[in-house]
């Protein structure tokens, strides 16, 4: 099969923002005092390895699959760029990265579950908890500029329920696109799965 052959899917891919902390509109936190959201303090290529793989395995996550170490390490090193963890029970239940732009943006650049955590009410939780902290995100980082702005995009390969629970918590729509991209098989939350 040539390049010209390669089969392609169609992505429409969504961005949206908040302009005011106000826009937020947290979700309600789960029942009981067994899910708990922690900044990764310690930049870690491994584990921040896990969390992508694991949550984004099942839904076409591959950009960063073939990152070397250096390159995790630059990326997580970066000022202004935190993962805070949501746990269950001790166990690691998914992730939201931040990262600090320059003009006062933060952009939500990564965030879901791993799937055995999905349908618990866990998302909606840690998005709040995520897009809080990158309105408070200059109160850590003294020498960004305060967040005027968050931001991220969703796309029609993500999971089924992403884009309302981007809306329920306050983000508006304010770019759509659609373009032809290469249909990758999903690599599964396994290596060769």
Not at 182 to 191: I, N
Request: proline share 8%; with cysteine.
């Amino acid at each position: 099969m040539s390049s010209s052959d390669t089969a392609t899917v169609t992505v429409t891919t969504w961005s949206l923002e908040q302009t005011s902390p106000s826009d937020l509109r947290p979700a309600t936190p789960p029942e009981g005092d067994d899910v708990r959201v922690v900044r990764a303090g310690v930049p870690s290529p491994e584990f921040s390895r896990f969390l992508y793989a694991s949550v984004g395995g099942d839904i076409r996550w591959i950009d960063r699959l073939g990152w070397s170490y250096a390159q995790w390490q630059e990326q997580l090193g970066r000022p202004g760029t935190e993962t805070w963890v949501a746990y269950e029970r001790g166990t690691p239940a998914g992730y939201v990265e931040l990262q600090a732009q320059d003009d006062g943006a933060v952009e939500i650049v990564y965030f879901g579950l791993i799937p055995a955590f999905r349908g618990r009410r866990i998302g909606g939780h840690l998005l709040s908890y995520g897009i809080a902290r990158a309105w408070d995100l200059a109160e850590r980082w003294p020498e960004r500029t305060p967040t005027k702005r968050v931001w991220l995009h969703t796309c029609s390969l993500d999971g089924e329920h992403a884009m309302a629970n981007y809306q329920r918590r306050g983000f508006r729509l304010f770019r759509t696109e659609v373009a032809e991209e290469p249909d990758v098989a999903a690599p599964g939350p396994w290596p060769g799965a």
